[in-house]
């Protein structure tokens, strides 16, 4: 079976969607039926790593690209979604450096900027299914493989409609709830009503969707989505062994944070982390008398806001915040640290989506706090493969992390039954195995 995964963006970046989306292809790389291959979106003009075609772990990796960066691009549309991404790529800087002329005219046109949006996306719409259509026939894929957000499932589901194969969906998160999160949309307001819609549409279009978590699943039921369609593959770890490439940056660290007890965090300081509530947990452990000090590696940029409130918090010297490093030098780091936390607060995002970053903690043996979430408390058996704690009560959160800290015994227990139940249950070979048949029962109906 050749499957064509077309994908927001992937390898070789290093957010989780692009991680999660190299676990599945490599894994399903290795099956004796499947043969994968991956087309990633024009969404993202600002990415240079999604311009070059990319070969990796024996997958193809084709790229649509954005107009800015197509010199066949024709049209008036297509220029015009040139400029746009143009001023994408300039970002603030550029707006600054233009003349008062030209910055009074976009404040100007601001209001109508939702109407150029969409005409926006209505042109890389047709050029994304054009493009998929062209991969798919070159490829001779027999299923198209979509992951969200439904600017890549709609045209992928135009595209298997016109070649007439089937598709799937894949539901790994949701995007409109991230933007409320973050403070960008309104919960309810016009672009998160729309973009959930939208997202309903290419679930309930699917041939098969696919889930990464029970709490997604369940979400898509609500929406509408058959339970017998769907099939949940969760996110999955490598096994660590042999995977520790050091740095100049974690022997550095490594010598600064020997013997001290260590609470860390490793992934992107987004609001949605609650990041800042490890940070005040730490801060309180540390008023009442106990030894800690907080570690983040940031595998994206932003660390600024959280110095700032380490500052605030009265603990900068006992914080220690770096990054970004590549994925492939992440594991090492995991092992600086004594209790490993994702403090996420209770917002609907949370509470439906699992995230990565606690399997490879799991699988590197560390004993994990994740707040009690039903997203996250479908990752942990609570006292026996981790610990939960109440979202947003940092107190709680603070006893959870004192008492591994205390108990040295109890925290070796926790994150040996927790190395174990990863290897045994969230191995991507595992994981990634009932794609197969999901992929046969589609092409043989």
């Known amino acids: ?254 010598d600064k944070l020997e013997a001290k007890n260590i609470v860390g965090y490793i992934g992107s300081l987004r609001a949605l982390e609650g990041v800042d509530l490890t940070a005040e947990a730490v801060s309180l452990l540390r008023n009442r008398g106990v030894d800690v000090d907080l570690f983040v590696l940031s595998t994206e940029p932003g660390q600024a806001d959280l110095i700032d409130h380490c500052q605030h918090l009265g603990i900068a010297e006992n914080a220690h915040i770096v990054g970004p490093v590549p994925h492939a030098q992440v594991p090492a780091f995991l092992d600086l640290i004594d209790v490993f936390v994702v403090s996420r607060p209770d917002v609907k995002v949370a509470r439906l989506v699992t995230p990565l970053k606690p399997f490879e903690a799991m699988g590197a043996g560390l004993a994990v706090v994740l707040s009690d979430l039903p997203a996250l408390a479908e990752i942990v058996e609570d006292g026996k493969t981790g610990c939960l704690s109440p979202p947003g009560d940092v107190g709680a959160l603070a006893d959870a992390i004192h008492g591994l800290l205390a108990d040295p015994e109890e925290r070796f227990r926790i994150g040996r039954n927790a190395r174990e139940w990863v290897s045994l249950e969230r191995s991507w070979d595992v994981v990634v195995a009932p794609t197969s048949a999901v992929y046969s029962n589609l092409l043989e109906s």
């Open 1 to 254: 079976m050749r499957i064509l995964h077309v994908l927001a963006n992937g390898p070789p970046d290093v957010n989780g969607y692009a991680i999660r989306t190299a676990g599945l292809l490599r894994s399903q790389a290795k099956m004796e039926e499947i043969e994968p291959i991956a087309l990633t979106s024009p969404w993202y003009p600002e990415r240079e790593t999604l311009i070059t075609p990319l070969e990796l772990d024996g997958v193809i990796h084709h790229r649509c690209l954005h107009p800015v960066h197509d010199p066949r691009a024709t049209g008036i549309g297509q220029r015009w979604v040139a400029k746009r991404g143009q001023r994408r790529i300039t970002g603030a800087a550029g707006f600054a450096s233009r003349s008062l002329l030209s910055r009074a005219i976009q404040l100007v046109l601001k209001p109508i900027r939702p109407a150029a949006s969409w005409m926006e996306e209505r042109i890389q719409f047709r050029r994304f299914t054009r493009r998929i259509i062209e991969v798919a026939k070159a490829e001779n894929a027999d299923l198209i493989h979509a992951h969200v957000p439904h600017r890549v499932g709609l045209p992928a589901l135009h595209a298997a409609r016109i070649l007439g194969c089937p598709f799937v969906y894949e539901m790994r998160g949701m995007w409109e709830e991230s933007a409320v999160a973050g403070g960008r949309w309104r919960d309810g307001g016009l672009a998160h009503r729309r973009f959930r819609r939208l997202e309903t549409k290419a679930l309930k279009a699917a041939d098969a969707v696919i889930c990464i978590s029970e709490t997604l699943r369940q979400e898509a039921i609500s929406r509408g989505v058959d339970p017998e369609c769907i099939t949940v593959v969760p996110n999955g770890v490598d096994s660590l062994q042999n995977q520790l490439e050091s740095s100049p940056l974690f022997e550095k660290m490594r």
